[in-house]
C-alpha cells in the first residue's frame, strides 16, 4: 500500500491476462465482423483467436522479432489487428498502432522514431503509400499485408508459425509493451512509453471499478480506435480479461444500422456522439412536434423532478408513459439492449448526461490521457456524479497544485499517482521531465478540482485558459461543449485571448440549418447561407441560448461561418476528435480578425 491506496493486484502483464481468457472462455464469442451482404456478424472464439495468436507469435518469432522490436501496424479494428498485438507481446516485443487515416509523413516519423522492424499494414492501398519505407528507415525490415496469401502477409507468417511454435516469452512488469503516440495538437506526435504494469494495472482496475458490472454476456460495438490509448485499453484489453466481446463497426456512416445488428450492452465512447444523438433528438421533436413532443417533454421534466427526489404518483406515471412512448424508441436505436457506456477525452455536458440517465443508458464518464495508460478517475454505479470524472480507480491518486493558480483558486493543476503513470517520452527525455515529478507524480496540464467525496471536476487545460483584455481568465473548451448543444452547430471554437471580448468560429450543421433555410426561403447553396444576416442572427442567439451559466464577458459576440468541417482530414482535429487550436488559427485567423473590431 502506497499512500494509503490499495495495491492493484496481477496479472502485471497482458500475456497473461490474454492466455488466462483464452483458457477460461475458448468456446466463447470475442470477436464480429459484418459479412459481405451486410445483413449480420460472423464470429470468432477465443478458442480460434488463441490459435492465430500462436500461429503468429511463431512466424514472428522465424522472422528474428524478440525482446524490444518493434511491430508498427496501421489498420483500423479488426481481427486482425488484436492477432498482431498479444502475438508482438509474446515475443516481450513493443507493438506501436498507428491510425488509418493518418498522414503518410506521421507514419514515417512514427516508423522511423520508435525503431520499427515490422510494419503491418491493412491495404494494397496503405502499402502503396509505404512501400519504400524499408529503403529509407534504417531500422525496418518488412512490410506484410493483413490481406491475401503472397509471401508478404499476415496468412503466410502465421502459416510459417505454425510449422515453428514457440511459447510465450512472459514480459516482466516493467517491460514496455509499446509506444502510444499522441496525436498531439501542435507539432510531431510524442512516443508514450508504456509498460506491462501500466496497462495491466489499468485494466484490472477498470474491472475492479466495474461501472456497469461489466463481464462475459457483455458486448461492444467497436468504433473507438484501438490506436488511441482509451479505445485499446477500455475496450479491447478490458474486453479481452473479462471475457466479453465486440463488434466491429463497418464504417462511420454505418455505425446506426451496426448497432441494430450487434445489440451491443455497452459502448466505449466520446461526448461528441452522445452530444449529436442529443441534438438530432432535440431537432427531431421539434419537427415533429404534437403528441409526441409533449410525451418528451413531460418525459424529460419528470427525469428531472426524480433526480430531485420527487416520487410522487404523478412523476412515476408522466415518466412511465414517456419511456414507454419514447425513451424506449431512443433505446432501440442503440440496438435494444445497451445498458451503459463509458465516456471520455473531452468534458460531457451534465444535462446530456442526466437525459441519457433517465433514458435509462447512464453514461459513466472517466478521465485519464495516453500519459496515465490511460485512465486514471471513473463514474460507479451508485456513486456517479454528473458533471465529474469520477474517483480515482484502484492503485491511483491524486493532488492538485494551485502553484499556476493561486493558492486562494478552489482548482488547480491535476497531478497524477499511481503504477498507470508512464516510463517517458520515447527519444525526448527533456519532454519527459518537464511533466515527471521526482516524486513519481505526472503534471497532466488539465486544470480540475476535488469535492469533499474526491470526485474530480475537469475545468479545462492549464495551456488552452487565456485571459480577455479585462484579465478575466476564459476556458473555452467548456464555453465550446455548451454552445454544441445547438442542433444548429456541428462544431464551434471559441477564441479571445487579450481581445476584449470572445467570439466564435462557426460549423453550422446543414442537415439541420437547410429545411430551416428553405423555409426562410433563402438560398440552399451553403456558401451563399452563410452570407445571410439571418443565419448569422440565428446562430448568435443559438450561441446566447447556450451560455446561460457563463459569465457575460465569456459569451462570444461575434461569429465567423465556415462550410468545411473540422476534420482529421484537413487537420484541424486530432484522431481522438480534439481540436487543433493552433491549426484552426493557421486557417481562419485572418478572418476571425475583423471580428474584434
Not at 489487428?81 to 508482438?88: F, V
Not at 464577458?553 to 465567423?560: A, F, H, K, N, Q
Request: one cysteine or more; proline letters at 5%.
Amino acid at each position: 500500500m502506497e499512500n494509503g491506496v490499495a495495491e492493484v493486484p496481477g496479472p502485471y502483464n497482458l500475456v497473461e491476462i490474454f492466455e488466462n481468457s483464452i483458457k477460461k472462455h475458448a468456446g466463447r464469442r470475442l470477436f464480429g465482423t459484418k459479412n459481405r451482404a451486410g445483413t449480420a456478424y460472423d464470429w470468432v472464439t477465443y478458442g480460434d483467436v488463441g490459435r492465430r495468436v500462436d500461429n503468429l507469435r511463431g512466424g514472428l518469432a522465424s522472422i528474428g522479432v524478440s525482446e524490444d522490436d518493434g511491430v508498427a501496424i496501421i489498420a483500423n479494428n479488426c481481427v486482425d489487428w488484436a492477432i498482431a498485438c498479444y502475438a508482438t507481446y509474446g515475443r516481450r516485443a513493443r507493438f506501436i498502432p498507428m491510425y488509418e487515416a493518418e498522414l503518410a509523413r506521421i507514419w514515417k516519423y512514427i516508423i522511423n522514431d520508435s525503431g520499427t522492424k515490422i510494419l503491418l499494414v491493412s491495404s494494397d492501398e496503405v502499402y502503396e503509400k509505404v512501400k519504400d519505407f524499408p529503403d529509407e528507415i534504417e531500422s525496418l525490415e518488412h512490410i506484410y499485408l493483413l490481406q491475401g496469401n503472397g509471401d508478404n502477409t499476415l496468412a503466410a507468417l502465421e502459416r510459417k508459425g505454425a510449422q515453428t511454435p514457440v511459447a510465450s516469452d512472459i514480459p516482466a512488469g516493467e517491460d514496455i509493451a509499446g509506444l502510444i503516440y499522441t496525436s498531439g495538437t501542435t507539432g510531431n506526435p510524442k512516443g508514450v512509453l508504456l509498460s506491462h504494469r501500466n496497462l495491466s494495472s489499468n485494466v484490472i482496475a477498470l474491472d475492479h471499478q466495474n461501472p456497469g458490472d461489466l463481464g462475459m454476456e457483455d458486448r461492444t460495438l467497436s468504433f473507438l480506435p484501438w490506436a488511441h490509448s482509451f479505445g485499446q485499453v477500455a475496450e479491447l484489453h478490458l474486453l479481452v480479461h473479462v471475457g466479453a466481446s465486440t463488434g466491429f463497426a463497418e464504417r462511420p456512416d454505418t455505425i446506426i444500422n451496426d448497432l441494430l445488428l450487434v445489440q451491443p450492452t455497452m459502448l466505449v465512447s466520446v461526448p461528441r456522439i452522445f452530444s449529436k444523438v442529443y441534438s438530432a433528438l432535440q431537432q427531431k421533436m421539434e419537427e415533429t412536434g404534437g403528441l409526441a413532443k409533449f410525451l418528451f417533454d413531460m418525459g424529460v421534466k419528470a427525469g428531472q423532478r426524480r433526480r430531485k427526489g420527487d416520487n410522487t404518483l404523478l412523476t412515476r406515471l408522466q415518466f412511465a408513459i414517456a419511456d414507454r412512448v419514447v425513451f424506449a424508441k431512443v433505446r432501440q436505436k442503440f440496438g435494444g439492449k445497451l445498458k451503459l457506456s463509458i465516456s471520455s477525452s473531452a468534458a460531457l455536458s451534465v444535462k446530456i448526461a442526466e437525459f441519457f440517465e433517465d433514458v435509462g443508458i447512464p453514461v459513466f464518464e472517466a478521465w485519464g490521457m495516453t500519459e496515465l495508460s490511460p485512465a486514471h478517475t471513473i463514474n460507479m454505479e451508485g456513486m456517479t456524479k454528473p458533471g465529474s470524472v469520477g474517483r480515482p480507480i484502484l492503485g491511483s491518486w491524486l493532488e492538485i497544485d494551485k502553484t499556476e493558480t493561486g493558492a486562494d483558486s478552489r482548482d488547480g493543476e491535476v497531478i497524477a499517482f499511481g503504477p498507470n503513470v508512464m516510463v517517458g517520452y520515447h527519444n525526448l527525455p527533456d519532454k519527459t521531465a518537464e511533466v515527471m515529478r521526482s516524486d513519481g507524480g505526472l503534471r497532466t496540464g488539465d486544470r480540475g478540482w476535488v469535492d469533499e467525496d474526491g470526485h474530480l471536476y475537469i475545468t479545462g487545460r492549464i495551456k488552452e485558459q487565456y485571459k480577455l483584455e479585462n484579465g478575466k481568465y476564459v476556458f473555452p473548451v467548456g464555453l465550446e461543449e455548451s454552445i454544441k448543444l445547438s442542433p444548429y452547430i456541428e462544431n464551434v471554437m471559441v477564441e479571445g485571448a487579450n481581445r476584449r471580448f470572445n467570439v466564435a468560429l462557426v460549423v453550422p450543421d446543414f442537415a439541420v440549418l437547410g429545411p430551416w433555410a428553405q423555409q426562410q426561403s433563402l438560398p440552399s447553396d451553403p456558401e451563399l447561407l452563410m452570407k445571410e444576416p439571418r443565419v448569422k442572427t440565428l446562430l448568435l442567439d443559438e450561441i446566447r441560448a447556450r451560455c446561460t451559466d457563463f459569465a457575460g464577458y465569456e459569451v462570444p459576440r461575434g461569429v465567423l461561418l465556415i462550410a468545411e468541417p473540422f476534420s482529421t482530414d484537413n487537420g484541424t482535429l486530432t484522431p481522438t476528435f480534439k481540436l487543433k487550436r493552433r491549426m484552426v488559427m493557421e486557417r481562419y485567423g485572418t478572418q476571425l480578425e475583423p471580428l474584434f473590431e
